[in-house]
């Protein structure tokens, strides 16, 4: 009984439910073992970025976005955890396909928005 009730509880834990409500962003931040930092980037069209090291993830945000700006960019860059993009064995491989990734990534929060 215990693992199935793990099982269920696991499955609760995704960008979907954030969004109905379902789970709140601490619980899935801590699900998936990140963090989130709201910093200046050097450059402003950077709206936020995910890095993976040992085990966690740290969400960077770029903080002079507004409210609803940051909302969107981190429900970005839970796509790319949720959809297992940073855990490339080789990290040369994963700068050649930044872009798929990036629309990967977008195309996965707008499906899950249309859902909603």
Request: some cysteine; glycine content about 2%.
């Amino acid at each position: 009984m215990q693992y199935q009730l793990t099982s269920q509880r696991s499955k609760l834990m995704n960008l979907k439910n954030l969004i109905l409500g379902n789970i709140s962003q601490d619980e899935l931040l801590n699900y998936y073992n990140a963090t989130v930092e709201y910093v200046t980037f050097p450059y402003e069209r950077i709206r936020g970025l995910v890095n993976y090291y040992r085990g966690y993830y740290f969400i960077y945000i770029n903080k002079n976005l507004s409210y609803y700006k940051k909302k969107k960019t981190l429900l970005h860059e839970l796509a790319h955890i949720e959809l297992n993009q940073l855990c490339q064995s080789n990290k040369d491989l994963f700068a050649f396909y930044i872009d798929k990734y990036e629309d990967e990534a977008n195309e996965y929060v707008k499906n899950i928005m249309k859902e909603v």
